[in-house]
């Protein structure tokens, strides 16, 4: 049972652009979301996270929003940078759990095209 | 530099050999982490350990095993059991259960011939 999905498997974007990723969850237990940035062979790098008592949290060029009547969220790049070429993870957490234990996404590709 | 360390980067197994995964941190964190990457599963959640001399299983624990009998060293042993061990393992810490913005290794590709 997939509780976090990331229906795109792979997203591309002329430099410049915005670059827009979902992420669509089911368990209404989430409270704490996270973006991972992973280059190929190397671990995830934390990019930007949201809590659940937020819809909007901005940080330079990297925006999440979330709506939790949805069950959705989303990154947006502005502007979108050839060095932003990644895989990206979504991840949520549930804190009312006993452990911190992160929950992601399958990953969605993004290129950018200079 | 604080930082969590996995060892090899690279490594090659026979099939049916049991094979331990390092992964050290001194960045003081209580929790731990180990997953799984594959290709189109995104990260999988193998085990996890919030404290020394504790641990659980995550989503796909069968055929693994870890130990965590220091705060800085959480081993994970890719036993013969496991079906399809081939694959990119990542470790990870965190400073607790409160505390989500988990820290990863740079990873260890474990290919069993």
């Known amino acids: 049972d997939q509780q976090v999905k990331q229906n795109s498997p792979s997203l591309s974007v002329q430099e410049g652009r915005i670059s827009i990723l979902n992420c669509d969850y089911t368990n209404s237990m989430f409270d704490y979301f996270l973006w991972y940035k992973k280059y190929p062979a190397e671990g995830p790098t934390f990019l930007i996270s949201?809590?659940?008592?937020?819809d909007k949290n901005e940080d330079g060029r990297f925006t999440v929003f979330l709506n939790k009547s949805a069950k959705h969220l989303s990154l947006h790049i502005v502007p979108s940078q050839p060095g932003d070429s990644a895989v990206y993870f979504c991840a949520a957490f549930a804190g009312g759990t006993s452990y911190g234990k992160l929950t992601f996404g399958q990953g969605t590709i993004l290129t950018v095209h200079p | 530099d604080g930082g969590i360390t996995q060892s090899p980067k690279y490594l090659f197994r026979k099939e049916g050999q049991n094979v331990t995964l390092s992964c050290e941190q001194n960045l003081n964190h209580d929790a731990m982490y180990w997953y799984r990457q594959d290709p189109g599963q995104g990260l999988r959640l193998i085990y996890y350990?919030?404290?020394?001399?504790?641990?659980q299983k995550g989503d796909i624990a069968e055929g693994y095993s870890v130990s965590r009998e220091k705060k800085e060293s959480f081993p994970l042993t890719v036993t013969s059991a496991q079906k399809n061990p081939t694959a990119f393992y990542l470790c990870a810490s965190s400073i607790g259960r409160d505390n989500t913005e988990a820290f990863f290794g740079q990873g260890t590709r474990l290919t069993v011939v």
């Open positions: 350990s919030q404290i020394v001399n504790d641990f």
């Open positions: 949201i809590s659940s008592i937020k």
